[in-house]
C-alpha cells in the first residue's frame, strides 16, 4: 500500500487507540504487534482448523502477561455466529476470505461491527485452462484438493470480483496493492500465485462519501499541495441513499500556468458523459463545479482533462492545476 494510506490509517487508529481490535487469526506476530501498539485485542480462531488448536495464543498471553490486553475465541466462521463485542475500531483479516464458504456473509457481518479493516486474499487473472478473468466480477470455485491439497480452500475472485464483492457487504476500498504473479496469476498453481491487499472502511458505519485519487496526480510538496498531471481522475463512493446531484472539486490555478496568454480550461466527464467545464483567465483559487448523471452506480470514476499550453522550464513532468491536500482531496457533494 502506499505511505499515505499508512499514514491515514495511522491517524484515525490513533483517535481510538483504546478502542478494541479484532484479528481473525491466533497468528502471534500479528497479536504482539497490534498489542505493542496499545490496542486491547480479540483473536478469532476455529480450534477445528487451527494448526495447533489455538494453544500457541493461549501461551503467549500467559509468557507476556497479556491478560486484559489479549483475549482469544473459537468461533466457526462458517455457521451463524456472534463477534466477541458490538464494536471495533479496526480488525485485520488476512488470508481467510477464500478459506469461507460464505464470504459475503462474514464480511457483510464485519461491516455492521467494525470501522476499518486490513483484507488480503489470494486472487486470479486466468483460470486454470487460461480463460482471463481480470475484468469480470467473478470467483473461480476449486475441488476439494485442487489447490495446496487442501479441502478447506473455496473461492478464489478476480480483482474485479473481489471489489464487487466488498461493495456489495459495505466496504469502501481506500487503498489496494497486489503482490505476487500478477497479471498470469491462476487459482490452483503454486507458481501462479497472488494476493490482493486492502485497506477498507465500513459504509454502514460511516456512511458520508469516500473519495479517492485513481492516476495522474503527482507527489505532495511539503506544503501539503500537489500538481495534477494534464489527465487525472478521481473514483468517488457515495451513499446511493440520499444520492447527490452536483460535485465541486477545489482548485488552483498559478500565476505561471497563465503566462502563455491562453486561458486554462477544465473539463470532466463520467463513463464518457461530460459532467461540467471550467475556462480560467485570472489566476488564483477556483471550484470547479460539476453535476453527477441522473443515474448513479458507485463507486464512480471522474475524469478530469486540463487544456492549457504551460510547461514548466526545467520540469520534466506533465503538468495540469494544483490541488491542496491537506486533511484530503478538496471535494464536496449537494
Known amino acids: 500500500m502506499r505511505p499515505d494510506a499508512f499514514k491515514l490509517l495511522r491517524k484515525r487508529y490513533a ?43 493461549g501461551l503467549l498471553a500467559k509468557e507476556l502477561a497479556l491478560a486484559g490486553k489479549l483475549d482469544w475465541f473459537d468461533i466457526d466462521l462458517d455457521g451463524r455466529f456472534e463477534l466477541p463485542r458490538r464494536h471495533y475500531s479496526f480488525a485485520l483479516f488476512l488470508g481467510t476470505l477464500y478459506h469461507l464458504k460464505n464470504p459475503f456473509y462474514v464480511l457483510e457481518h464485519l461491516a455492521a461491527s467494525v470501522d476499518w479493516c486490513v483484507v488480503s486474499t489470494r486472487i486470479a487473472s486466468i483460470t486454470p485452462e487460461k480463460n482471463s478473468m481480470e475484468t ?6 476449486l475441488g476439494p484438493r485442487e489447490a ?28 489496494q496493492e497486489r503482490v505476487g504473479y500478477a497479471g498470469k496469476s491462476d487459482p490452483v498453481n503454486p507458481a501462479a500465485d497472488e494476493r490482493m491487499f486492502l485497506l477498507l472502511k465500513s459504509k454502514r458505519l460511516h456512511p458520508e462519501f469516500h473519495v479517492g485519487a485513481i492516476e495522474g496526480f503527482h507527489l505532495i510538496e511539503a506544503a501539503g499541495w500537489g500538481w495534477t498531471a494534464k ?5 468517488v463512493t457515495l451513499n446511493l441513499d440520499f444520492p447527490p446531484t452536483e ?21 470532466c466527464s463520467i463513463s464518457g458523459v461530460p459532467a461540467g467545464k471550467l475556462h480560467v ?14 443515474t448513479i452506480l458507485s463507486p464512480l470514476r471522474l475524469d478530469f482533462k486540463v487544456e492549457s499550453g504551460f510547461e514548466a522550464p526545467g520540469d520534466q513532468r506533465d503538468l495540469g492545476v494544483i490541488v491542496p491536500s491537506v486533511g484530503g482531496i478538496p471535494f464536496r457533494i449537494s
Do not use: C
Open 148 to 175: 495446496n491439497n487442501d479441502p478447506t480452500n473455496y473461492w478464489i475472485f478476480s480483482s474485479t470480483g473481489l471489489r464487487r464483492l466488498l461493495d456489495r457487504t459495505g466496504w469502501i476500498v481506500v487503498n
Open 231 to 235: 489527465q487525472f481522475s478521481l473514483e
Open 136 to 141: 469480470e466480477a467473478l470467483a473461480y470455485l
Open 281 to 294: 483567465e485570472s489566476p488564483g483559487s477556483i471550484e470547479f463545479r460539476g453535476r453527477f448523471p441522473i
Open 247 to 267: 460535485f465541486a472539486l477545489y482548485l488552483i490555478i498559478p500565476d505561471a500556468v497563465l503566462l502563455t496568454g491562453e486561458p486554462v480550461i477544465v473539463t
Open 15 to 57: 483517535k481510538a487507540r483504546h478502542s478494541p481490535v479484532i484479528s481473525q487469526s491466533a497468528q502471534s506476530f500479528k497479536l504482539l504487534l497490534l498489542t505493542a501498539l496499545g490496542a486491547t485485542v480479540d483473536a478469532v480462531d476455529h480450534r477445528e482448523t487451527n494448526f495447533n488448536q489455538m494453544r500457541g495464543v
